[in-house]
């Protein structure tokens, strides 16, 4: 069963960058679509972004797009997201996770059947 460690998360001014990290192990790495979701709080979670399995094709929120930038390295069994120009609007926790169920829309949280623990970002205004 694969596990999901993610990593990078903290406080940083508005207008800055951060860099997330989620370290997969126990699985097949290079075959997973694997995204990116957060959640605020009183928020329900929402999708962020998404890269498949080949690594060159991904799809971002409206929110983020321009900003945030997903990607994957395979022989490290890691995908990053590397986050500038950040709002207040973007403090939530950060979940990987992968994605199990393809009957379910790519882009939405019950697509995905393994989580990560989540990393807190804090964006300071």
């Known amino acids: 069963q694969v596990q999901l460690v993610e990593s990078g998360g903290g406080l940083v001014q508005a207008g800055g960058s951060l860099t997330l990290s989620c370290a997969a192990s126990?699985?097949?790495?290079?075959?997973?679509?694997m995204g990116w979701f957060r959640q605020a709080p009183g928020k329900e979670r929402e999708f962020v972004a998404t890269?498949?399995?080949?690594?060159?094709?991904?799809y971002y929120a409206d929110s983020v797009k321009g900003r945030f930038t997903i990607s994957r390295d395979a022989a490290k069994g890691t995908v990053y997201l590397q986050m500038n120009s950040l709002k207040s609007e973007d403090t939530a926790i950060y979940y990987c996770?992968?994605?199990?169920?393809?009957?379910?829309?790519?882009?939405?949280?019950?697509?995905?059947?393994?989580w990560g623990q989540g990393t807190q970002v804090t964006v300071s205004s």
């Open positions: 890269i498949l399995a080949n690594g060159g094709t991904t």
């Open positions: 126990g699985g097949t790495f290079s075959s997973y679509t």
């Open positions: 996770a992968v994605r199990t169920r393809l009957t379910y829309n790519l882009q939405t949280a019950p697509s995905y059947g393994v």
